[in-house]
């Protein structure tokens, strides 16, 4: 009897899916003037339904034009981003070796796929963002006057996507500018909804939940190790050690650094156990890295449960500087830190009006909730990218048209979208080699 991994059941599923959308093909349901259509391997499943809803919503003209401006610029700088920390990597990864080198499964923002997202939460934040985004931008389109064609579902096996279809000729004869608010649309409404779902987060958690004691939080403890036979568990914090409170995890990791095998120390921590701060004195074994330091056999959360709190509800002001606050927020799920789950869920109690809510579900909605703003920030800050077909591959060309359009006044507008499709072009080359480059360098040594 063998054991089906999940490659396997990929493959089977994909078969599968390809089996159907050949038989829909054959039996004359899937074509261009269908309601089923290919789009590369995806099934398109295309209806005019709401599209009097996008009429109805793109009337506010004025409103969605400065909306459109905005995402413009935002997309703009989100891409200069974008290529700077790719860049970035670029240069880090000169420095890698083959073992430290990312995986391609990392560069897939997928769930299931890349490691550090979850597929339940991730599948459902993915499947809001691309569906919003798509609709921001159908919005954006009836606003500008752009036709919709249809709009409806993407699928290509996992995860479902949605789509509307522009009218393409209306879009070539639109301006520049109107079609650039219609390709930003998409972007600045990931954005808002990243926005919007964090501070949804940042209110539920802060009235909703406090740490049971000051201090670091444990989330393992070594099996017959001094911690073990002092009843430390996961999920305990340790308060203090020989009466010094601890307030991070450096602190605490120095304390022991300069303690010595066989030496008795003073453990102070919150037991979920007995509900309550015990205090144990606690012979320490050898170190079995560094036989002249004492060990105590726990280890701990990088962050204590308050900084974990205060990264949640607001990174900009938790740690030293907002940027390293923005970091610690954003690599959470790195750190295995989000979803927030057993043992970390231990380090809280919820307080407030949900008090008598039941932990388990409590703890459901707020992962879900950062999923949704963590993978809406990560749509957004992709789609920024000067890579064709996404939507940050078309602004790159109507920005360097528009440059140059102001440094050579006697081109004409055909020359220019030219000029424009090169450069688009060019830029998406060079965003795939920083891509490639980071995967491949580090393996070449």
Not at 172 to 184: G, L
Not at 397 to 419: E, I, N, Q, V
């Amino acid at each position: 009897m063998f054991a089906i991994n999940g490659y396997l059941i990929l493959v089977l599923v994909v078969a599968a899916y390809g089996l159907a959308v050949y038989g829909l093909y054959r039996a004359g349901f899937i074509g261009a003037d269908r309601s089923l259509s290919l789009l590369g391997p995806a099934l398109m499943i295309k209806t005019r339904r709401g599209r009097a809803a996008l009429d109805r919503w793109g009337r506010f003209r004025r409103f969605w034009s400065a909306a459109g401006d905005f995402g413009i610029l935002l997309a703009a700088v989100s891409m200069v981003a974008m290529i700077g920390l790719l860049l970035l990597d670029a240069y880090v990864s000169l420095s890698l070796s083959a073992a430290q080198a990312p995986t391609p499964q990392e560069a897939l923002g997928l769930p299931g796929i890349n490691p550090i997202i979850p597929i339940g939460y991730g599948i459902v934040a993915l499947v809001v963002g691309i569906v919003l985004h798509e609709l921001m931008h159908g919005v954006l389109a009836r606003s500008q006057k752009v036709g919709v064609k249809s709009l409806g579902i993407l699928w290509c096996v996992v995860p479902i996507g949605a789509f509307v279809e522009q009218d393409d000729e209306e879009m070539q004869r639109a301006s520049r500018r109107s079609r650039d608010r219609i390709a930003a649309a998409g972007i600045l409404a990931n954005f808002v909804l990243a926005a919007v779902f964090f501070l949804l987060l940042a209110a539920l958690l802060n009235g909703g939940i406090a740490p049971n004691a000051p201090g670091v939080g444990v989330v393992q403890v070594v099996a017959h190790s001094p911690a073990a036979n002092a009843s430390l568990a996961p999920g305990d914090i340790i308060t203090a050690v020989n009466g010094t409170p601890i307030t991070s995890t450096l602190e605490f990791e120095n304390l022991l650094a300069a303690s010595y095998p066989h030496e008795v120390v003073t453990v102070g921590f919150y037991s979920n156990a007995a509900g309550r701060v015990v205090t144990e004195r606690v012979p320490l074994a050898q170190n079995p890295t560094n036989a002249t330091r004492g060990f105590l056999g726990v280890a701990v959360n990088y962050l204590t449960p308050a900084q974990l709190k205060a990264t949640l509800v607001s990174p900009l002001t938790s740690a030293a500087t907002p940027e390293a606050g923005l970091v610690n927020w954003l690599v959470l799920p790195l750190a295995t830190l989000e979803p927030v789950a057993a043992p970390t869920t231990g380090f809280f109690h919820l307080t407030g009006i949900w008090a008598s809510t039941d932990p388990g579900s409590f703890w459901i909605g707020a992962n879900l909730l950062y999923w949704l703003s963590w993978m809406n920030l990560l749509l957004g800050a992709s789609n920024a990218l000067p890579l064709i077909p996404l939507d940050g591959g078309l602004l790159v060309r109507d920005y360097a048209a528009a440059l140059m359009g102001r440094l050579r006044k006697g081109w004409s507008t055909a020359r220019l979208d030219d000029f424009g499709g090169r450069v688009a072009v060019t830029a998406s080359l060079v965003v795939v080699l920083l891509i490639v480059w980071q995967f491949i360098v580090p393996r070449l040594g």
